[in-house]
């Protein structure tokens, strides 16, 4: 049963802290997103990746926010340096585009980041 | 005005009737719309997506999209307490990969 997998699944750290966060999308996908998820703000995209080159990443602060795909087994997502006001799940979605776009996200269990 | 309004309920609906969820959007050149569902403390999961005006039937799923009046509903019939979540509403414009969400509406079904 192929899934996208997220670690940690849970993050406390004080402000300040670098935070990393790591995706493995399922195997033979080529698409990899990253969300944020807040109760005010809904999902919002950070970044995606097409064949781990970065598409669009004009939803992510740039100042404190780095996403790379080092190869195509692993995506990561770091904040340096955390604040309070990133606390949220960070999810990675994974998809096979085969053509112009794909339909289908799987999103991965999310990371719960709690920044004190 | 946000790129997708959904109602954040909460909905509550008593189990075996239809529950109706509502969606706008505000980008004209939208295409591809869809709609997830993600429990509670769960990640979102895809359980429909519709394309072209009118409706589209999958279980005891409806999806219907009026592009003219840029509005998009999810209707459930025969809803169970199972079907107890918040629904999310997307939309994709053809070519590109964002899909943009709305902040979702809860649904209670009660048994």
């Known amino acids: 049963d192929a899934r996208v997998t997220q670690t940690p699944r849970h993050k406390v750290t004080e402000m300040g802290q670098e935070v990393t966060m790591r995706c493995q999308p399922i195997?033979?996908?080529?698409?990899v997103f990253w969300y944020r998820q807040t109760m005010m703000q809904g999902l919002e995209l950070l970044a995606y990746?097409?064949?781990?080159?970065?598409?669009?990443d004009s939803g992510m602060p740039k100042d404190r926010f780095s996403a790379e795909m080092p190869d195509a087994t692993l995506a990561t997502l770091k904040i340096q340096p955390s604040e309070p006001r990133d606390s949220a799940v960070y999810f990675c979605?994974?998809?096979?585009?085969?053509?112009?776009?794909?339909?289908?996200?799987?999103f991965g269990p999310g990371t719960r980041l709690t920044v004190l | 005005q946000k790129e997708v309004e959904q109602n954040s309920g909460p909905l509550s609906v008593p189990e075996g009737a239809i529950a109706s969820l509502n969606c706008t959007y505000s980008?004209?050149?939208?295409?591809?719309f869809f709609w997830y569902r993600q429990y509670s403390g769960k990640s979102p999961e895809l359980i429909m997506s519709?394309?072209?005006?009118g409706d589209k039937e999958d279980g005891r799923f409806t999806a219907q999209l009026n592009k003219a009046s840029q509005y998009v509903s999810l209707l459930i019939r025969d809803s169970q307490p199972s079907d107890s979540a918040t629904y999310l509403c997307a939309f994709r414009t053809h070519g590109y990969q964002k899909v943009t969400f709305g902040t979702g509406t809860k649904l209670q079904v009660i048994p």
């Open positions: 195997l033979g996908h080529n698409t």
């Open positions: 990746f097409r064949n781990r080159a970065p598409l669009d």
């Open positions: 519709i394309y072209s005006n």
């Open positions: 980008d004209r050149v939208s295409q591809s």
């Open positions: 979605a994974s998809g096979l585009v085969q053509g112009v776009s794909t339909d289908t996200q799987y």
